[in-house]
């Protein structure tokens, strides 16, 4: 039950954020705003107030802005959305992704503000079963000092020494109870990552940070997922594995484990299903924000608005293709749930 509620109040925020984008900037040019909405189906809640419906609705899976003039059988008058200038209607509907790639910033910088940047330490938290290091004794808690006489005083140097020393024999300083051991190990060549390695993986500490650094920290970290998104979309329209696609089962499973582990996660996690939906909504597909922004840069080009009944056209048939997919990525979460729980 928790899950659930945690799914709804994460997926609620994420899209309220997101829906907000194109009503701040819409009320800001002055246009007019019938009505915001979470979620969708029959009304649960709602309320008029300024000439602006607010609604949340029974399905918790998305939500929208609907703006004054959209509507095709009421005449828009010169204040409304579609008689707007060219790049006011775009900045509207990009505004929706730009703010969930800005809440994905806040959310990052407000979870590693309070917890800190997880950094490697050359304590070992665990060694890997069969590897030189697990063979020559060191344990989980003992930390590596030196190697070759030469200290090692962060991960990266010890990592670097370990890497300089291909398929040789070192020498390991290894404190444990405060009694340092001297220990001779050879690396191993590992096929998998292509690295010589004694099998250890490092134990993190959290390195607090202040107010400025942890929002530069979230806007890096918001920066590089965008850059890993990308190249993840690049590999799966060109067909390889292993590229993971997830559907509101697949999102729910990973909320539960981020809601066992802390608020810390479930922060992280939100910030990274925030910069997803905003990523996501800038993809040229019909029903996406990404359409009609691609519609508004052919409307700039060809110097002419699409024909109103095409487009509602399109984005017809643009739902159901995304609903299908929906329908498609969920049987698949709901399939790979019921295996694993029955091997496990």
């Known amino acids: 039950m928790a899950t659930i509620v945690a799914w ?8 309220a954020i997101h829906e907000l984008g194109h009503y701040f900037v819409a009320k800001g040019f002055g246009m007019g705003v019938d009505e915001y909405s979470i979620g969708f189906g ?23 802005v609907r703006l004054a003039g959209m509507d095709p059988n009421v005449e828009a008058n010169a204040r409304d959305f579609p008689n707007r200038a060219l790049w006011q209607r775009f900045l509207v509907i990009f ?3 730009v703010m969930n790639l800005i809440l ?10 309070a917890v800190g940047v997880p950094v490697a330490t050359t304590t070992v938290a665990n ?36 890497k300089a020393h291909q398929n040789q024999l070192m020498v390991i300083g290894v404190e444990s109870n405060h009694h340092v051991r001297q220990i001779r190990i050879r690396t191993r060549y590992d096929a998998a990552v292509h690295q010589h390695l004694i099998g250890i993986r490092p134990a993190a500490t959290g390195l607090r940070l202040g107010p400025l650094s942890s929002l530069s920290t979230g806007v890096s970290t918001t920066v590089q997922l965008t850059g890993s998104w990308f190249v993840a979309l690049v590999h799966l329209v060109e067909g390889q594995k292993g590229v993971p696609v997830q559907g509101p089962v697949g999102i729910a499973q990973d909320v ?37 922004l691609f519609f508004l840069g ?3 080009v060809r110097k002419k608005k699409m024909d109103p009944d095409h487009e509602s056209l399109i984005y017809l048939v643009g739902m159901v293709i995304l609903l ?21």
């Open 42 to 64: 029959p009304a649960l809640w709602k309320r008029r107030w300024r000439g602006t419906l607010y609604a949340l609705r029974v399905v918790p899976l998305g939500g929208y």
């Open 256 to 292: 539960g484990i981020a809601l066992q582990g802390g608020a810390y996660y479930l922060f992280l996690l939100a910030a990274a299903l925030s910069a997803n939906l905003g990523l996501f909504n800038i993809l040229p597909f019909p029903v996406l924000d990404g359409s009609r």
């Open 324 to 344: 299908l997919f929906v329908i498609i990525v969920t049987f698949h979460d709901v399939a790979s749930l019921i295996s694993h729980r029955l091997s496990s």
């Open 104 to 113: 994905a910033m806040v959310l990052y910088a407000l979870a590693l503000g």
């Open 95 to 97: 505004a929706g992704p």
């Open 127 to 162: 060694t890997l079963s069969g590897y030189p290091a697990a063979q020559a004794g060191i344990r989980p808690g003992d930390r590596i000092v030196s190697v070759d006489g030469r200290p090692v005083p962060t991960w990266t140097a010890l990592d670097q020494s370990i």
């Open 8 to 15: 709804i109040v994460v997926l609620g925020v994420l899209v």
């Open 298 to 300: 052919l409307e700039g």
